[in-house]
T-cell receptor
Framework: GIQVEQSPPDLILQEGANSTLRCNFSDSVNNLQWFHQNPWGQLINLFYIPSGTKQNGRLSATTVATERYSLLYISSSQTTDSGVYFCAVLTGTASKLTFGTGTRLQVTL | DAGVTQSPTHLIKTRGQHVTLRCSPISGHKSVSWYQQVLGQGPQFIFQYYEKEERGRGNFPDRFSARQFPNYSSELNVNALLLGDSALYLC????????????????FGPGTRLTVT
């Protein structure tokens, strides 16, 4: 099956700093989503981005499907950005999302 | 509009018991998927139901079963619970962007945290 790897696995930032999270996948995909999992376990949709670039406030994402990677940019980080960030992909006609290994982000004052 | 809802939020069971978890999708969504997330890992796919039919099954034993009702809500059942079944169980609903194709954005509920002792 498809392999989805994220880097870095852990990241500690001071409030106000910028960061880039990376998601590499081993096969072509039909769908790619980025999620933020808060400390209570809720998965919050950030982007649905099988290709191209999207922006939403301080967050933006780029997926280069031909090179099999996606990037999530967080600018001017805030303590509320803390949590685990997952990318997840859907391939072919498969009905399941395959999640990446996650990046645990901690934003400190 | 209400998001995906799940019940109960927390549950404690003993080994060998069975459990039923419930999920209500976003209004208008016809597809429901279930995922298991053990501590420190990403969610793992268990089942997908679309229009009340099973459309996908992950690598889980037959102790896991599910069904979808005419109102598109869903139940996940786990029999003969093991300690290793302790996890956060997540339900996701989606509305196909293209009818008949499995290409859609999924929205997750808050999860049910199951502890097996």
């Amino acid at each position: 099956g498809i392999q989805v790897e994220q880097s870095p696995p852990d990241l500690i930032l001071q409030e106000g700093a910028n960061s880039t999270l990376r998601c590499n996948f081993s096969d072509s995909v039909n769908n790619l989503q980025w999620f933020h999992q808060n400390p209570w376990g809720q998965l919050i949709n950030l982007f649905y981005i099988p290709s191209g670039t999207k922006q939403n406030g301080r967050l933006s994402a780029t997926t280069v499907a031909t090179e099999r990677y996606s990037l999530l940019y967080i600018s001017s980080s805030q303590t509320t950005d803390s949590g685990v960030y997952f990318c997840a992909v859907l391939t072919g006609t498969a009905s399941k999302l395959t999640f990446g290994t996650g990046t645990r982000l901690q934003v400190t004052l | 509009d209400a998001g995906v809802t799940q019940s109960p939020t927390h549950l404690i069971k003993t080994r060998g018991q069975h459990v039923t978890l419930r999920c209500s999708p976003i209004s208008g969504h016809k597809s429901v998927s279930w995922y298991q997330q053990v501590l420190g890992q990403g969610p793992q796919f268990i089942f997908q139901y679309y229009e009340k039919e099973e459309r996908g099954r992950g690598n889980f034993p037959d102790r896991f079963s599910a069904r979808q009702f005419p109102n598109y809500s869903s139940e996940l059942n786990v029999n003969a619970l093991l300690l290793g079944d302790s996890a956060l169980y997540l339900c996701a609903s989606s509305l196909p962007l293209t009818e008949g194709l499995a290409i859609y954005e999924q929205y997750f509920g808050p999860g049910t945290r199951l502890t097996v002792t």
